[in-house]
C-alpha cells in the first residue's frame, strides 16, 4: 500500500540537533526525499538519498537510512529559528511504470529559544 | 535558472463555478505533476503530464482535470467547484532523468466560498 508515516510534531531548543524520523511502505522506492514547507509557500527540496545508500550529509542536514526497517531520517544539527517550517518525507512509488511522490502528513518543527 | 512558476497566487471562488491554474516548470523540465495541499488530507496527487500526455491521475473526481502545452507548461481546471476544494494547489516539474526530483512552485492558495 502507499503510506508514509511521520510524527505530527517536534520541538528543539535553538542550537540543539533536530531528528525527523519517517518509516516508508514501498521497498522498491529507489530514491527518499526530505522536503521543507514554510507557512504560505511552496515546498522545497532539502535532500535526497537513493536506496542503495545509508547515509548522506550535506552542511547541517544528515540523512540515515535504514532499507531493512524501511526507516529514514533527518537530522538537522546545530537547528536555527529560521528551520522552523514542515519537513514532509517522501517515497517514489512506481505506478505502472511511471514514478509518483508519496508524501507523510508532515513534521511540524518548532524551535524555541 | 529560474524556478517553477504559479500563477495566480491566490484565488477566491464561489461554489459551482469553474478556476483555471497555470504553472511553468523549469527550463527544460517535461514533466508537470499537480498536487493539492488541505490541512485534513495533506499532499495528494492529481496528476502528472508529460510531453501533452497525461501519464498518471489520482484519486480525485472527473472535475478535475488539466493539459499540458507543447512548451511544457500546463493547467489545471477545477469545475463546479465545492467547498472541499478550497486547498493550496502545487505544481512541481521533473526533468526525467535518473532521480526524477521534483521541484514546486509556490503553489496557489484557492478559497472556495
Known amino acids: 500500500g502507499e503510506d508514509v508515516e511521520q510524527s505530527l510534531f517536534l520541538s528543539v531548543r535553538e542550537g540543539d540537533s533536530s531528528v525527523i524520523n519517517c518509516t516508508y511502505t514501498?521497498?522498491?522506492?529507489?530514491?527518499l526525499y526530505w522536503y521543507k514547507q514554510e507557512p504560505g509557500a511552496g515546498l522545497q527540496l532539502l535532500t535526497y538519498?537513493?536506496?542503495?545508500?545509508d547515509m548522506k550529509q550535506d552542511q547541517r542536514l544528515t540523512v540515515l537510512l535504514n532499507k531493512k526497517d524501511k526507516h529514514l531520517s533527518l537530522r538537522i544539527a546545530d537547528t536555527q529559528t529560521g528551520d522552523s517550517a514542515i519537513y514532509f518525507c517522501?517515497?517514489?512509488?512506481?505506478?505502472?511504470?511511471?514514478?509518483?511522490?508519496?508524501f507523510g502528513a508532515g513534521t511540524r518543527l518548532a524551535v524555541h529559544p | 535558472k529560474a524556478g517553477v512558476t504559479q500563477t495566480p497566487r491566490y484565488l477566491i471562488k464561489t461554489r459551482g463555478q469553474q478556476v483555471t491554474l497555470s504553472c511553468s516548470p523549469i527550463s527544460g523540465h517535461r514533466s508537470v505533476s499537480w498536487y493539492q495541499q488541505t490541512p485534513g488530507q495533506g499532499l495528494q496527487f492529481l496528476f502528472e503530464?508529460?510531453?501533452?500526455?497525461?501519464?498518471n491521475k489520482g484519486n480525485f473526481p472527473g472535475r478535475f482535470s488539466g493539459r499540458q502545452f507543447s512548451n511544457s507548461r500546463s493547467e489545471m481546471n477545477v469545475s463546479t467547484l465545492e467547498l472541499g476544494d478550497s486547498a493550496l494547489y502545487l505544481c512541481?516539474?521533473?526533468?526525467?532523468?535518473?532521480?526524477?526530483?521534483?521541484?514546486f512552485g509556490p503553489g496557489t492558495r484557492l478559497t472556495v466560498l
Open positions: 514501498d521497498s522498491s522506492s529507489t530514491y
Open positions: 503530464y508529460f510531453s501533452e500526455t497525461q501519464r
Open positions: 517522501a517515497e517514489i512509488l512506481d505506478s505502472g511504470g511511471y514514478n509518483k511522490l508519496i
Open positions: 512541481a516539474s521533473s526533468i526525467q532523468g535518473e532521480t526524477d526530483t521534483q521541484y
Open positions: 538519498i537513493f536506496s542503495n545508500m
